[in-house]
T-cell receptor, first 116, second 115 residues
Framework: EPEVTQTPSHQVTQMGQEVILRCVPI?????FYWYRQILGQKVEFLVS????????KSEIFDDQFSVERPDGSNFTLKIRSTKLEDSAMYFC??????????????FGEGSRLTVL | GDSVTQMEGPVTLSEEAFLTINCTYT??????LFWYVQYPGEGLQLLLK?????DKGSNKGFEATYRKETTSFHLEKGSVQVSDSAVYFC??????????????FGEGTQLTVNP
């Protein structure tokens, strides 16, 4: 069964460093998302991406964040200068708006980011 | 803005016990409601959904009914199994959003089922 894959599963970084989290969405999906969950808190929407551009972003998604689909298969989230409060589990998701599962988001296993 | 509130966890039950995880929501418009489950080491998976008032979503023995009058979508299962141990997330999506499928999640409830 097709699935969304994320790498790395866990990354530890120093405050101020750049981090890139990678996602491979399901191949025929057209919408892509990043969510995050700070430990003990809710899963929060960060950004949605469609047709090679951001379609919506939350107030969390400030200038320190960026997303890219560099090669037609990967979907990346970059944090330019990490802060302690960026420590969280980051989930990638994708959606096929045209197929049988048009309403459903498919999530990856998550990438845990720890900022020291 | 939209919000989802789940009952506080964690929840620990014995096998074959009855499960209820409460979920209430606040939303503008007419949201679709979802339960997602996250098994250990895996991603979030859609468990069930309901798109309008009085709809009942069901899957794997779990059920939830969309109650507009009480703005609730409580998850129930009559007899839980050890394999049901996971984190359960209630979520909503408000219709008419331009982004398509932006979800608002609850806090998640950790369920542990003991043999």
């Amino acid at each position: 069964e097709p699935e969304v894959t994320q790498t790395p599963s866990h990354q530890v970084t120093q405050m101020g460093q750049e981090v890139i989290l990678r996602c491979v969405p399901i191949s025929n999906h057209l919408y892509f998302y990043w969510y995050r969950q700070i430990l003990g808190q809710k899963v929060e929407f960060l950004v949605s991406f469609y047709n090679n551009e951001i379609s919506e972003k939350s107030e969390i998604f400030d200038d320190q964040f960026s997303v890219e689909r560099p090669d037609g298969s990967n979907f990346t989230l970059k944090i330019r200068s990490t802060k302690l409060e960026d420590s969280a589990m980051y989930f990638c998701a994708s959606r096929d708006p045209l197929g049988r599962t048009s309403g459903e988001l498919f999530f990856g296993e998550g990438s845990r980011l720890t900022v020291l | 803005g939209d919000s989802v509130t789940q009952m506080e966890g964690p929840v620990t039950l014995s096998e074959e016990a009855f499960l209820t995880i409460n979920c209430t929501y606040t939303a503008t418009g007419y949201p679709s409601l979802f339960w997602y489950v996250q098994y250990p080491g895996e991603g979030l998976q859609l468990l069930l959904k309901a798109t309008k008032a009085d709809d009942k979503g069901s899957n794997k023995g779990f059920e939830a009914t969309y109650r507009k009058e009480t703005t609730s979508f409580h998850l129930e299962k009559g007899s839980v199994q050890v394999s049901d141990s996971a984190v359960y997330f209630c979520a909503l999506r408000t219709r008419g959003e331009t982004s398509g499928s932006r979800l608002t999640f609850g806090e998640g409830t950790q369920l542990t089922v003991n043999p």
